[in-house]
Each structure stands twice: as structure tokens, then as C-alpha cells.
């Protein structure tokens, strides 16, 4: 247990306090009070004036609940009035801030917010959850936690009590801060959090990217916003393609590969995953394929609504903004040199890139790793996003919207491979450092987010030729 000393000479005595946002608009007509703040807003009637008056002070400032009662007194309200002000601040308890001056303050951040006071005795434990993080925001450091609908901005003078608070600390220490942190959800007593099935199973970032890619937790821009508009261009919609030598591909005709697939039911029925290749993939099937799941039809934009140029791809794209890439590194492919290799969709063609052997093989090697060792590779589609066309319009989801384009080229990819009779398999894990130095990229401008395998054919011995799944 840890002494922390949130107290002293330096320090005055923690005072709670209750205010709004500053962004909070209180306005009244015909008799109904209403506090409007980005999340949503709520409605008061039949308020006394003076009551009415004070709460419209209340954005932006602080101040002691009694305090309140005191000036409304003072200002020639009754009793009556000094009643009905602490019931109403006691009904706006999930939109008010709740501060600890001068340690920290706890904003509701998301229209379910609520505000529990925990019973707390002096001799409990409280440590911070796991999912807390405190991070440099505009206002300065804050406290977040997708387990709650607040945030809780820092003073300098928190600091000592957040330190402590990442091992259990007795209320005793600091309980007006304490409470303030249980009651946002960002502090549990005991083995609460431990003990709980549901959050034991959540990694820390998943939890904090599900609540922020998602509406409903949070205050931050959502969306379409296209906050870089007025700022800069996003990237191109066709990547400019790297210097190398080129092998144009083959182009199938779309009238003879229909006519030569088996029926859509049938392919989707029979579509598995497959690790064990009967051959190596020819570079004519590499062609169709990557002309049939992954070429660029057509470019279009920008348009109203849509101040972007934009693709037509046979995979659907979140925003039409295609911001997917893919390699190739190849191990074994009939007609075509094992190397590492960038696709071209427009010019539908490969661009050999300047890749060490020791990283090719080391991505080849991840790739088998991710299969548990069954897949010996003979061609890696490394899948790669440049970032900035997807956050250039997206704000929050732009990752995740990402990460859903990239399940939908799985399956294009999956069904056309099926459809050719040749193995593909997708895989859930991949080295984005390593990709980024054997692709030449840059890791935070683009770099991998998915990873498919393609054989040529599937293998007698491959399970599912077996019947085994
Ligand atoms: C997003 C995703 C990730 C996957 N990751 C892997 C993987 O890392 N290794 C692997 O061998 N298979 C992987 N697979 C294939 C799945 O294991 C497979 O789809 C699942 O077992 C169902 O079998 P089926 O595809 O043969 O119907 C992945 C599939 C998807 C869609």
C-alpha cells in the first residue's frame, strides 16, 4: 500500500465542486429549461427564475454545491427555491462536470454518462483500471477509459495520486478523488475488474478501440467529416508505382471466365481455407486473379458530397476511398521469378521491388507461422493501407472502416480463387515493421493490415480434399 501525499502545505484541501461543459448552451422558452452539450440534451420544467439563473452561469465554471445554495439566498430566493436547486443539480448529476479542485475534474464525454458516488469505507482498496490511460489531449494530459463515459482532466497535482492508484490505495488517502475516479469508472475497489468474465477478455487497445471506433462512447468528431478539407489534398487515389521492372499481367475476358466458373451457390459452398498446394500458382492465374478480385475498373470524382477522386474495384471499399495496396512475395510461381513484387491495379501489371532475400524469407516464413506451420508459402499478398486517404475524410472510424475493407477483399479474394479452382487462405496475423523495411514503406504513412496466402491448387492432402472439416 502507498502513502500518497495529495495534501500538504503545497496543496489546498480538495474541494468537490459541479459545473457544466463549457460547451454546454443553456436556454430557456415556455417554461422549459434546456441544457444542450454535443452529446445530447436534457429538458427541465416549472424551474424557479432563480434557480434557472444560476444554472446558466454554470458552463465553464465551477462551483461548491452549497455555495450555490448561498448565493441563491443571498439573491433573495427561499428555502424553497434552495431545495429545489439541490434536487435539480441532483437529476443533472450524468451531464454535470464533477471536479475535485484543485486535483481534477470529471467530464461526461457521451449521453449515458453517469455519475455513482461509490460507498466507499476509509479502509477499501481502489486501483485504476487497466483500460486507463492518461494521454496528452488539447486540454492537456486527461484520464480516459472506454469503461467510462467520461474524461477526467489532470492538474500536476493529481499526478502523485495517479502514480499510486496503479497499485491498490486506501480510501483513506484521498477519498474525495478517489470517489470522483470510482464513481467516472475509472477506478475500481478490490477485485472488482479483475473478477468481471466479460472484461477479463478484452486486451487492453481492443476494449479502447471498440468504444472509439463506435458511436456512443465518446464526444470526438464521427464519421465523414473530412477535417483535413480545407487543409491539404489527400493522397492520390492511384499510387504513384515504385521504380522496378514490370511483368504485365494477363487480363482475362470477364464473358469467358463466367462461362467457364462453376455456379455462385456452388462456389461459396465450396470455398475453405487451403494450406497444402497440389502446384505452385501459374503467373496466368495470379493475373486473373488479381484482375478479378483486386483490379481498378474505373476512376471517378470528385462529386457533390464526395470532394475526392475515387475507384471502382471489384472488392467493395468503404467511402469508395481504396486506400488498400497489395504485394506480392513470391516463393514459387510458375513464369514468374520468386522476388517481392508491387501490384499495379490500374496498369495491371507487377512492379519488381528492391526486397533483401533475408526479409522476403522472413515474411514467408511469418505467413507459415500464422498457419501453425502447415502452409509451406508459395505466394504472400501482403495487403497494405495508405492511411491518410481513409482519415483524410473519416474521423474515429477510419481505421476500422479500413479493416472492414479488408475483410471484403478476403473474400473477393477467397471467392474468386474458389471459383479457379485454386487454394487461397487468409490470415489474422502479420508483421507490419517487418513488411514496412521489406516493401520499402513507410509504417505510419502505409503499412500491412492484412495478409492472404494463394497456392496454385489445393493438395490431395490438404484436410478439407479429405472431408475433414
Ligand atoms: C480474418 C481471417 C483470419 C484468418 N487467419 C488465419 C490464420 O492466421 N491462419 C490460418 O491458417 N487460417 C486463417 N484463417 C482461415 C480460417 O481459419 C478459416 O476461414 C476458418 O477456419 C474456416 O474455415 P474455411 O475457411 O475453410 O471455411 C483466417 C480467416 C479469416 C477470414
Not at 475534474?105 to 483500460?131: E, H, K, M, Q
Not at 481505421?399 to 487468409?426: D, E, H, I, R, S
Request: proline share 9%; with cysteine; hydrophobic share 45%.
Amino acid at each position: 500500500m502507498t502513502g500518497v501525499p495529495v495534501t500538504g502545505p503545497a496543496v489546498p484541501a480538495p474541494l468537490p465542486m459541479v459545473g457544466l461543459r463549457e460547451d454546454a448552451v443553456v436556454a430557456s422558452a415556455d417554461g422549459v429549461l434546456t441544457i444542450a452539450q454535443p452529446f445530447g440534451a436534457v429538458t427541465l420544467r416549472g424551474l424557479p427564475q432563480a434557480v434557472e439563473s444560476l444554472l446558466r452561469e454554470l458552463p465553464g465554471t465551477l462551483a461548491d454545491q452549497d455555495a450555490l445554495a448561498e448565493r441563491l439566498l443571498a439573491a433573495g430566493g427561499s428555502s424553497h427555491d434552495a431545495a429545489l436547486l439541490y434536487l435539480t443539480l441532483s437529476r443533472l448529476n450524468p451531464v454535470l462536470v464533477h471536479a475535485v479542485e484543485p486535483l481534477l475534474r470529471v467530464v461526461p464525454i457521451a449521453r449515458d454518462a453517469r455519475f455513482r458516488p461509490p460507498a466507499l469505507a476509509p479502509g477499501d482498496t481502489v486501483r485504476l483500471s487497466r483500460f486507463a490511460l492518461v494521454r496528452r489531449a488539447e486540454e492537456g494530459l486527461v484520464l480516459e477509459s472506454p469503461l467510462s463515459r467520461h474524461r477526467v482532466t489532470l492538474a500536476e497535482d493529481a499526478m502523485p495520486l495517479l502514480a499510486a492508484l496503479g497499485r491498490p490505495v486506501m480510501v483513506k488517502e484521498a477519498p474525495e478523488a478517489i470517489g470522483h475516479l470510482v464513481a467516472a469508472g475509472m477506478a475500481f475497489a478490490g477485485d472488482a475488474e479483475e473478477r468481471d468474465p466479460a472484461l477479463r477478455s478484452w486486451d487492453f487497445h481492443d476494449l479502447l478501440f471498440h468504444a472509439r471506433s463506435r458511436a456512443g462512447r465518446h464526444d470526438q468528431p464521427f464519421g465523414a467529416t473530412f477535417r483535413f478539407l480545407d487543409e491539404t489534398p489527400p493522397p492520390p487515389v492511384i499510387k504513384q508505382p515504385p521504380e522496378g521492372a514490370a511483368v504485365e499481367l494477363y487480363a482475362p475476358s470477364l464473358e469467358e471466365a463466367a462461362a467457364a466458373d462453376p455456379p455462385f451457390t456452388t462456389v461459396l459452398e465450396s470455398r475453405r481455407s487451403v494450406r497444402q498446394y497440389a502446384a505452385p500458382p501459374t503467373v496466368r492465374q495470379l493475373g486473373e486473379l488479381l484482375y478479378r478480385a483486386a483490379r481498378v475498373r474505373r476512376v471517378f470524382g470528385p462529386a457533390p458530397g464526395m470532394p475526392y477522386e475515387a475507384s471502382s474495384r471489384p472488392y467493395p471499399g468503404g467511402g469508395a476511398v481504396y486506400e488498400l495496396e497489395l504485394y506480392l512475395t513470391v516463393a514459387r510461381c510458375e513464369g514468374l521469378d520468386s522476388g517481392v513484387y508491387y501490384y499495379d491495379p490500374l496498369g495491371h501489371r507487377l512492379v519488381t521491388l528492391p526486397a533483401r532475400d533475408e526479409d522476403a524469407r522472413a515474411m514467408l516464413t511469418a505467413a507459415s507461422l500464422a498457419t501453425g506451420g502447415t502452409a509451406s508459402p508459395d505466394v504472400l499478398i501482403t495487403i497494405t493501407s495508405r492511411f491518410q486517404r481513409m482519415s483524410w475524410k473519416y474521423s474515429s472510424i477510419a481505421y476500422a472502416a479500413t479493416l472492414k475493407t479488408v475483410g471484403a477483399l478476403y473474400q473477393t479474394f477467397y471467392l474468386v480463387a474458389t471459383a479457379m479452382g485454386m487454394a487461397p487462405c487468409g490470415l489474422g496475423s502479420g508483421d507490419a515493421d517487418l513488411a514496412a523495411r521489406t516493401l520499402g514503406l513507410d509504417w505510419a504513412t502505409e503499412s500491412s493490415v492484412g495478409d492472404f496466402l494463394v497456392g496454385g491448387a489445393p493438395a490431395e492432402s490438404d484436410p478439407h480434399r479429405q472431408g475433414e472439416r
